[in-house]
């Protein structure tokens, strides 16, 4: 039988959200049922509050997640019912092009659940990124459920599910990052620190942060940045080359998405160095480069959507590299609210007064405790 829960829903452009009675639907084929525990307020989120991503409304918020398989559906043989599981939004089909050549990490053909969830009076939910997890409960698809250890606690676990996942896989996966490499990182939020943790955990020597705040300045340091730069005060560029031998850095990660911060990351990086865009830009913007630089320095201009991650393959590993005590996803979460605090959460974000608040809905965040 459908159950009915309890849910964050953004009802139109710019309005404040509001919670609202969710309908989910019985797993059918290839489906999950998911209840969750603990779920990060993500930009993202306020991307579809503002209409930012699509004006599909209402939309059911919330994508960063984790919890416990309730039930699944015909068929679904990677998790059961009792799996601890972080959400993820590429669930990649095995069958496109790009997984094919062994290239999961690009899939073309990504999938959500076939079934929607909807309002009491059978309106019809857009779930952000195809998971809708500001709720009690969820529908997703099977391949969206990633199975990791029990030991690890749902606030820490669910950040891996977008942003977080998002800064490492831009160090580590897109902008291939190793020992002795130096990385500067443009934008020191919560997937900029990532991108400092992910460098400072593949062995890189020098890692620079750059934001125009100096809590966010701090937070890198936290994260594992040896400099930092005040781009309000300083070149950014010219101090990344102080502090490089003059050179420039190997990687620069452009947490952003912002032309004047990409072109800082461009002029910044070594010869035969990479940029990597991590940040999101607005669909209206561009971006001018002089040609000539782009074929005389050489290296790579890169693009990382969602960390080049596979699920599969690294949510497991980063959640026993922090179990072991190797990565630091506890110091992402500033603090840990209710359902109903999500607005002021927004509005923290906006503030830069956070780096995550993390909604917990079973009381405990503990991973496996339903």
């Not at 952000?128 to 606030?155: M, N, R």
């Not at 997937?191 to 955990?201: E, F, H, M, P, Q």
Request: aromatic share 6%; hydrophobic share 40%.
């Amino acid at each position: 039988m459908p159950q009915q829960v309890k849910g964050v829903v953004a009802r139109s452009k710019g309005a404040p959200v509001t919670i609202e009675t969710i309908v989910v639907p019985d797993p059918g084929p290839g489906e999950a049922v998911v209840k969750i525990q603990a779920c990060g307020v993500c930009h993202t989120d306020l991307h579809y509050r503002e209409g930012g991503i699509n004006d599909d409304f209402p939309f059911l918020l919330g994508h960063e997640a984790a919890g416990v398989v309730e039930a699944v559906g015909e068929g679904v043989t990677n998790v059961q019912a009792g799996d601890f599981v972080i959400l993820n939004w590429r669930a990649v089909c095995g069958q496109c092009r790009s997984c094919l050549r062994g290239r999961p990490w690009y899939c073309f053909s990504t999938f959500n659940a076939t079934q929607k969830m909807t309002l009491e009076d059978g309106t019809v939910l857009s779930p952000a990124l195809g998971i809708g997890a500001f709720a009690e409960k969820t529908l997703v698809a099977a391949g969206q459920c990633t199975k990791v250890s029990q030991d690890e606690p749902a606030t820490t676990a669910g950040l891996l599910g977008c942003g977080v996942m998002a800064g490492i896989g831009a160090a580590i996966n897109t902008g291939g990052v190793g020992r002795g490499d130096s990385v500067a990182v443009f934008g020191c939020g919560g997937v900029g620190d990532a991108a400092i943790a992910g460098a400072r955990l593949a062995g890189a020597h020098t890692i620079i942060g750059v934001d125009v705040d100096d809590r966010k300045l701090a937070w890198a340091k936290e994260f594992g940045a040896t400099h930092t730069c005040n781009s309000r005060e300083q070149d950014p560029v010219e101090y990344i080359k102080s502090v490089t031998n003059g050179n420039g850095a190997d990687v620069c990660i452009e947490a952003v998405g912002n032309p004047a911060v990409y072109r800082q990351a461009f002029d910044a990086r070594d010869l035969a160095g990479t940029v990597v865009l991590v940040g999101v830009p607005r669909p209206d913007m561009t971006i001018e480069l002089p040609f000539i630089e782009v074929f005389g320095r050489g290296g790579q201009l890169k693009s990382s959507w969602y960390g080049d991650c596979l699920p599969s393959r690294d949510f497991p590993m980063l959640v026993d590299l922090h179990l072991q005590g190797r990565l630091p996803l506890d110091k992402f979460v500033s603090e840990t609210i209710g359902l109903d605090a999500v607005e002021e959460a927004f509005h923290k974000m906006e503030r830069g007064e956070v780096l995550r608040s993390v909604v917990v809905l079973d009381g405990s965040g503990s991973g496996g405790a339903a």
